[in-house]
C-alpha cells in the first residue's frame, strides 16, 4: 500500500461501521480533502461497503453481491483509507480518546465518526432463539435464507413494513410459500394510510402470499430448529424459515456504555455532533432533534454534513430531513412520503377499475403529505414540491392529475367528459362508449340514470362511472336533466345506500378501506355521516367477518349508554317483557346508592332509566347489574330497544294468550341484533291492545285463535298505526315470522330508516309476499337472522367489564399541577 | 408577574389514544380533548363544543374535523372553529410527539 510522507503529520480519524452512512461520509469527505486525515475504519460485517438496500433484488435472485458492492478493496487502497473488516469495536473511552477491537486491541483517535447503523428488533417471544429464524439486515441473513430455500416449504415473515414485505415477495421468488403475519390491521401503516394499505394487501395476497393481520406472535414453535408460528389467537402457522422484521433499533450500545447522551439514539446537534466535542455520529444510529430515521436519504444529508464539519467548514449544518417511501417488490407501484402531521385538506383520487389510489394531503397552498398507490410516476415532482413548500394554488384544480396535465386551464368535471370523444369507454365493466350512451338516451328518452342503467348496463356494475354517466345524462338532456331524484349517502360518494349495499354483496367487499376504493371514495377515510352506515351494513353483511369499527359508531353504541346534555350518561338494564323480580329491583337500587346516580325513572317503554352517571363509573355500574343476572337494555341502538307486554292470558280477564310469556320469548330472540334504526315491539294480549303494539314496529295482537302479526307503525316524530301483515296460530310461527321480517328489514333498509318508511318504500304487499307467501325465504331469513344474533347476542356490557376497549372510560392523563400556581398571574 | 414559560406535559404515548377517535386530558381548570385521526394527526382541544358544551372527544371524528355528539356540530380541529353555518370556536393546545409520545403545551390551559 503506498503511504504517502505526510501520514505522520495527518490527524487520525476512526470510524467505527463500514456502511451506507459511513462510506458516503468519507466520499465526501475526501471529495473536500482528498488526504486531510489518517483514516482507519472497523466494521463489523467480514466484507466492504455495499448498497443495503439492493440486498432484496439479491434475495430475489435479481442481483448478485458483487453488482451491489459501492467501495471495492482497490477503493480503499486508493485512498488510504484502512480498512478493518470483521473486526467490531466493543468500547470507547472517550477520555482517553481511544477505542478497542473484539481482538484487544486498543486503537487511538483525534476523531471518531460513529456510524453502527441499527439491528433488527426481535420480539420476545419464546423460540426466538431457535434455528431457523432469522433477521434480515445483512448480506449473512440473506445467505441464510438462501440456503434455506435450497430446501424449500413454508417461510412466514413476522411483520409487514417495508423490509418485511420486500422479504416475503424474495423469498417467494425462491419457493417458499409464505404468509406475512403483521400486528396492525393494514400493511405499511407507518407510510400508509388505510385505503393504499388495503391495494397493497390485495396486490400481494394476489401474487400468492398470504397476509394474516392484526395477528400477534405470541411463540416461536419447535424443538431443534422452528417449525411454527404461534399467534396469540391460538393459531399455529407451520414454518420452515421464520424472518423477524418487526422493526430496527439504533446500534447505541458503544456510545451508551461511554457515556455519550442517548435517547432512542446518539444524540447529535445539528452539527452532527455528539455530546464528546470529537465524536461525530451518522446514520441509522443517531437522533437529530428527536428524529431517528431508516432510509438512506437523510443518511446521506448527513454525511455531507458530517465530512464538512471533518473538513473545517463551521457553519455545515444538517437541520432534519423529508423522507419518501417506495417499496421494491416487482408488479407494486406504491410511494408516500411527508408526515401528514398538520394536513388541513385532502384531494383523494380513486380508479378501482385500475388499483389506483392518489392522495394528497395540503396546508392551505402547500403540500404537506402524498399517499399514490398503482400510478407514483408523479411520486418525485410531489415530493419536490413538498419539500420545497411550493405554492400550488395556481394549480389545485389538476394537481392530483400530476404533472403531465399542468399549465393547460383546469377542467370542470362535465366540460372534461364534454371533451371526451365519443368512443372513450365509459364503463369499464360493460363495455360501453360514451357515444353508445348519448345515442341510447336519444334513441330511448331516456331521463334518468335508471334508465340508462337498463338500457346499455353502463354504470350497473361496479358504479365508479356513475358520475360520468349522470355528466353525460346532464350534457344530453340540457335543463330536462334532475339529478336531484336520486340521493347520494353523502358528499363523499355519488352512489345511494341501496347501491352501496348492492355492492358490498355483489363485489365481497368486507372492510371499510375495500369499500372506499372500490366505490370511488372521494374521501380518504369517509365522515360522520357515511361511517356509522357502512359499519352497519358491514355487520349485516358479514357478521363473523367483519370486526366491528367502534370509532365509526355514535358515542351511545359505543359506549352502550347514552349520553346526556352535561356529558354524563343514562343506563338502562333490559327487563325482559318488562317483567321485573325484587331481586332485579334492589341491585338497581344498590347501584343508584353506590354510585350517587342522581335520578331513577321510569321510562315509556317499561324498564327503569338511571340517569346521570359519570363515564368512568360506567364500567363499574355495569359490573353490578351484570352480577345481578341483568344485561343491558340497548336503549341507545339502533337495534332491539323493548317488547312492551301486558298481563295477557295469565292474569288478565280479557287474556286471549300468554302475552307476556310471547313477548319475553321475542326479546330473547331479537335482542342484541343491529338494525337500521330502532325496532321496538310491542305484544297486547287482545284487541284492547293496551300494549300500545299498533304503534310499533313490529307488533303482536293475541286473538282467540292465534295472533295478529302487524308491521310499520310509529309513534314519535310521526304518529302511523301498523299495517295487519297476517295472522299465524302458534308461538312458534309468530318467533319465526318476527325473526324474517327483522332480517328482511336488516338486509335492505337503508341506514336510519324506520320500519314503516321502509314499508312504505318497498310496498306492504312486498313485505307480506316474502314473509307470509313464501314459506322457504322466510325460513331462509329467519335461519340467516339467527346466523347473525349467533355473533351479537351478547351482552355488550359484560365484554366491557372483563376489559375490553377499557381506555374509553378513563382520561388518558390526569394533571393535577401546571407550572404555574393556581391563580398565578401569566 | 411570572415569566411565561412553556409548559409541556407528556400525556402518555401516541398508542393509547384510539384512531379516529380521542382520549381526556383533566387539569384542574379543564378537560382537554386529545384527538388522533386515521393518519396519526393529534390535536388537543377543550373538551366542550362552542355551541352548549357538549363533550368533544365523544364525537366521530372524520379527516381532521370531529362531530360533536349532542348537536351534530362539525368543529375543525386544528383551528377548534365551528365548520359552516356555525359559530363558536373551541380553545386548541400545542401538540407535539417525540419518541412515539404525545406532549401538550397546557400554559393556556390554566389561563381562566
Ligand atoms: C327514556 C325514554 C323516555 C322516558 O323517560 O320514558 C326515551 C328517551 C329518549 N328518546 Fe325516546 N325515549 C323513550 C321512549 C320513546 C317512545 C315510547 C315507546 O318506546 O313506547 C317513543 C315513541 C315510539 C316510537 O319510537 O315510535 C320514543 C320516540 C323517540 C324518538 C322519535 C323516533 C322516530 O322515529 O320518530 C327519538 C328521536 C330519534 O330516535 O331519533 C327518541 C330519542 C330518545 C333519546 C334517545 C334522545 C337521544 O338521542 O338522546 C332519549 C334518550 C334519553 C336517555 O338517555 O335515556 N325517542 N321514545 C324512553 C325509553 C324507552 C326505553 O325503555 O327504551
Ligand atoms: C433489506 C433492506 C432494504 C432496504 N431498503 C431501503 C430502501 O429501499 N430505501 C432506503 O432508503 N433504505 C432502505 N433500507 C435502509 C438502509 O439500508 C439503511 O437506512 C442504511 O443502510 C443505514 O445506513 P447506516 O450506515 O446508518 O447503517 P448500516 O448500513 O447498517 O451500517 C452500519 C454498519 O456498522 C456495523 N457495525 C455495527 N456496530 C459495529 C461495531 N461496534 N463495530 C464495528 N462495526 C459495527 C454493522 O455491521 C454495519 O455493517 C433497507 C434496509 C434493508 C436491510
Ligand atoms: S321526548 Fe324523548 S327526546 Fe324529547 S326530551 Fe323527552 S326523552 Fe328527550
Ligand atoms: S353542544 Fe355540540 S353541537 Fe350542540
Given at each position: 500500500m503506498p503511504v504517502p510522507d505526510t501520514q505522520k503529520s495527518r490527524r487520525k480519524l476512526v470510524v467505527v461501521g463500514n456502511g451506507m452512512a459511513a462510506g458516503r461520509m468519507l466520499e465526501e469527505l475526501f471529495a473536500l480533502q482528498p488526504d486531510a486525515w489518517d483514516v482507519t475504519i472497523f466494521g463489523a460485517e467480514p466484507r466492504v461497503n455495499y448498497n443495503r438496500i439492493m440486498l432484496s433484488p439479491v434475495l430475489a435472485g435479481e442481483k448478485t453481491y458483487e453488482d451491489i458492492v459501492i467501495h471495492d478493496d482497490a477503493w480503499y487502497a486508493a485512498h488510504c483509507v484502512a480498512l478493518r473488516k470483521g473486526e467490531a469495536i466493543v468500547s470507547l473511552d472517550c477520555k482517553a480518546h481511544s477505542v478497542t477491537t473484539s481482538g484487544g486491541e486498543v486503537v487511538s483517535y483525534d476523531k471518531l465518526v460513529i456510524a453502527t447503523g441499527s439491528q433488527p428488533f426481535v420480539i420476545?417471544?419464546?423460540?426466538?432463539?431457535?434455528?431457523?429464524v432469522v433477521t434480515y439486515r445483512d448480506l449473512d441473513d440473506v445467505k441464510l435464507m438462501l440456503a434455506a430455500a435450497a430446501k424449500g416449504g413454508r417461510a412466514v415473515v413476522i411483520g409487514g413494513g417495508l423490509l418485511g414485505l420486500e422479504a416475503a415477495a424474495g423469498l417467494q421468488v425462491q419457493g417458499f410459500e409464505v404468509a406475512v403475519v403483521h400486528l396492525m390491521p393494514t400493511l405499511m401503516e407507518r407510510q400508509l394510510d388505510e385505503s393504499a394499505g388495503y391495494l397493497l394487501q390485495k396486490a400481494i395476497e394476489a401474487s400468492g402470499i398470504e397476509i394474516i393481520t392484526k395477528a400477534n406472535t405470541q411463540a416461536i414453535l419447535g424443538v431443534d430448529k422452528v417449525e411454527g408460528v404461534k399467534l396469540a389467537d391460538g393459531r399455529i402457522l407451520p414454518a420452515d424459515i421464520v424472518v423477524m422484521a418487526v422493526g430496527i433499533r439504533p446500534n447505541v450500545a458503544i456510545a451508551k456504555a461511554a457515556g455519550l447522551?442517548?435517547?432512542?439514539?446518539i444524540v447529535v446537534d445539528d452539527a452532527m455532533g455528539s455530546s464528546d466535542p470529537d465524536i461525530i455520529a451518522v446514520g441509522e444510529c443517531v437522533e437529530h432533534r428527536g428524529q431517528c430515521y431508516g432510509l438512506v436519504a437523510p443518511l446521506y444529508e448527513m454525511a455531507k454534513i458530517a465530512a464538512a464539519r471533518l473538513a473545517g467548514n463551521d457553519e455545515a449544518l444538517y437541520t432534519g430531513s423529508v423522507t419518501s417511501t417506495k417499496l421494491k417488490v416487482t408488479g407494486i407501484d406504491l410511494f408516500s412520503a411527508g408526515d401528514f402531521s398538520e394536513g388541513k385538506d385532502e384531494i383523494v383520487l380513486r380508479d378501482p377499475a385500475h388499483g389506483v389510489y392518489k392522495r394528497l394531503v395540503l396546508d392551505g397552498d402547500r403540500i404537506l403529505g402524498a399517499v399514490l398507490y398503482g400510478q407514483t410516476d408523479d411520486g418525485a415532482w410531489y415530493f419536490d414540491l413538498l419539500k420545497k413548500g411550493a405554492d400550488i394554488s395556481s394549480m389545485r384544480q389538476t394537481l392530483i392529475f400530476g404533472q403531465a396535465y399542468q399549465g393547460g386551464s383546469p377542467l370542470d368535471p362535465t366540460a372534461a367528459v364534454a371533451a371526451l370523444p365519443d368512443d372513450t369507454e365509459i364503463c369499464g365493466c360493460n363495455g360501453v362508449s360514451k357515444g353508445a350512451i348519448t345515442a341510447s338516451i336519444k334513441a330511448h328518452a331516456l331521463t334518468s340514470l335508471d334508465d340508462v342503467r337498463s338500457r346499455t348496463k353502463a354504470s350497473s356494475s361496479c358504479g365508479q362511472c356513475t358520475g360520468k354517466v349522470e355528466q353525460i345524462l346532464a350534457l344530453t338532456l340540457g335543463g330536462a336533466y334532475a339529478a336531484a331524484t336520486r340521493k347520494p349517502m353523502c358528499k363523499c360518494t355519488d352512489l345511494t345506500h341501496e347501491e352501496v349495499r348492492g355492492f358490498i354483496i355483489s363485489k365481497s367487499l368486507k372492510s371499510m378501506p375495500a369499500i372506499w376504493q372500490e366505490l370511488a371514495w372521494k374521501t380518504s377515510c369517509g365522515c360522520a355521516s357515511c361511517r356509522p352506515a357502512l359499519n352497519y351494513y358491514l355487520v349485516c353483511a358479514w357478521p363473523s367477518d367483519y370486526a366491528d369499527d367502534s370509532q365509526s359508531r355514535f358515542i351511545n353504541e359505543r359506549v352502550h349508554a347514552n349520553i346526556q346534555k352535561d356529558g354524563t350518561f343514562s343506563v338502562v338494564p333490559r327487563m325482559w317483557g318488562g317483567l321485573t323480580t325484587p331481586d332485579e329491583l334492589r341491585a338497581i337500587a344498590n347501584v343508584a346508592d353506590r354510585y350517587k346516580i342522581p335520578t331513577v325513572k321510569v321510562t315509556g317503554g317499561q324498564r327503569i332509566d338511571l340517569l346521570g352517571v359519570k363515564k368512568e363509573d360506567l364500567p363499574k355500574v355495569w359490573a353490578d347489574l351484570n352480577a345481578a343476572g341483568m344485561v343491558s337494555g340497548a336503549a341507545y341502538a339502533k337495534g332491539l330497544r323493548t317488547v312492551k307486554t301486558c298481563?295477557?292470558?295469565?292474569?288478565?280477564?280479557?287474556?286471549?294468550?300468554d302475552s307476556t310469556g310471547l313477548g319475553v320469548k321475542l326479546e330473547k330472540t331479537l335482542w342484541g341484533s343491529w338494525t337500521p334504526a330502532k325496532v321496538k315491539l310491542g305484544v297486547s294480549g287482545c284487541p284492547r291492545n293496551c300494549a300500545e303494539a299498533?304503534?310499533?314496529?313490529i307488533g303482536v295482537i293475541c286473538v282467540e285463535s292465534g295472533y295478529d302479526i302487524h308491521i310499520a307503525g310509529a309513534a314519535g316524530l310521526h304518529v302511523r298505526a301498523t299495517d295487519l301483515l297476517g295472522h299465524v296460530e302458534t308461538e312458534d310461527e309468530v318467533i319465526e315470522h318476527v325473526a324474517a321480517i327483522t332480517q328482511l328489514y336488516r338486509e335492505e333498509a337503508a341506514y336510519l330508516q324506520r320500519i314503516w318508511k321502509w314499508v312504505e318504500t318497498v310496498g306492504l304487499e312486498y313485505v307480506r309476499a316474502s314473509i307470509m307467501n313464501d314459506a322457504a325465504n322466510r325460513k331462509a331469513l329467519a335461519a340467516r337472522f339467527e346466523a347473525s344474533q349467533k355473533v351479537y347476542r351478547k351482552d355488550p356490557w359484560a365484554q366491557r367489564v372483563s376489559g375490553r376497549e377499557h381506555y374509553e372510560f378513563a382520561p388518558v392523563a390526569t394533571v393535577a399541577w401546571i407550572g404555574v400556581e393556581e391563580g398565578a398571574t401569566v | 408577574m411570572n415569566a411565561v414559560t412553556l409548559n409541556w406535559f407528556?400525556?402518555?404515548?401516541?398508542?393509547?389514544i384510539p384512531r379516529r377517535g380521542a382520549r381526556t386530558v383533566r387539569t384542574p381548570r379543564r378537560e382537554i380533548a386529545v384527538f388522533r385521526t386515521a393518519d396519526d394527526q393529534v390535536f388537543a382541544l377543550e373538551n366542550r363544543c362552542p355551541h352548549k358544551g357538549g363533550p368533544l372527544s365523544e364525537g366521530i371524528v372524520h379527516g381532521a374535523k370531529v362531530t360533536c355528539p349532542l348537536h351534530n356540530w362539525v368543529i375543525d380541529l386544528e383551528s377548534g372553529g365551528a365548520t359552516g353555518e356555525d359559530h363558536g370556536c373551541s380553545r386548541t393546545f400545542p401538540v407535539k410527539i417525540v419518541d412515539g409520545h404525545v406532549f401538550v403545551e397546557m400554559t393556556r390551559a390554566i389561563a381562566a
Open positions: 420476545p417471544a419464546p423460540g426466538v432463539n431457535l434455528p431457523g447522551k442517548v435517547n432512542r439514539g298481563v295477557g292470558s295469565e292474569w288478565c280477564r280479557f287474556g286471549t294468550q299498533t304503534v310499533k314496529d | 407528556d400525556i402518555g404515548p401516541l398508542t393509547a
